[in-house]
Nanobody
Framework: QVHLVESGGGLVQAGGSLRLSCAAS????????TGWFRQVPGKERQFVIG????????YYADSVKGRFTISRDNAKNTVYLQMNSLKPEDTAVYYC????????????????WGQGTQVTVSS
């Protein structure tokens, strides 16, 4: 099993940047694909970006291409989401998710979830 804890959320002005972290407990973290999702009230949780266990494959949602990047440090059991050029529409609760299957882009592809961290982008 993997336990995930997100951090780094907060309030930022449009055009600014934030870096979220997802710290994982458990062994063999490099075997786990990790994704970031986001959710606003009343809407489905949406895929944002994902990275394979060893970092060789990355998937992006079209809405964040060129602005968000993902990286991981398996020695620290941590995945990072760097968010640049933030827009008000990026406001959401951001969730980290992991699974030991091949990297996916839907909620069903991930069995382990963090508790979420709020990101608010003011205009």
């Amino acid at each position: 099993q993997v336990h995930l804890v997100e951090s780094g959320g907060g309030l930022v002005q449009a055009g600014g940047s934030l870096r979220l972290s997802c710290a994982a407990s458990g062994r063999a973290f490099s075997s786990y694909s990790t994704g970031w999702f986001r959710q606003v009230p009343g809407k489905e949780r949406q895929f944002v970006i994902g990275i394979s266990g060893r970092g060789g494959r990355i998937y992006y949602a079209d809405s964040v291409k060129g602005r968000f990047t993902i990286s991981r440090d398996n020695a620290k059991n941590t995945v990072y989401l760097q968010m640049n050029s933030l827009k008000p529409e990026d406001t959401a609760v951001y969730y980290c998710a992991a699974d030991d299957r091949i990297i996916g882009i839907t909620r069903l592809d991930y069995n382990y979830w963090g508790q979420g961290t709020q990101v608010t982008v003011s205009s």
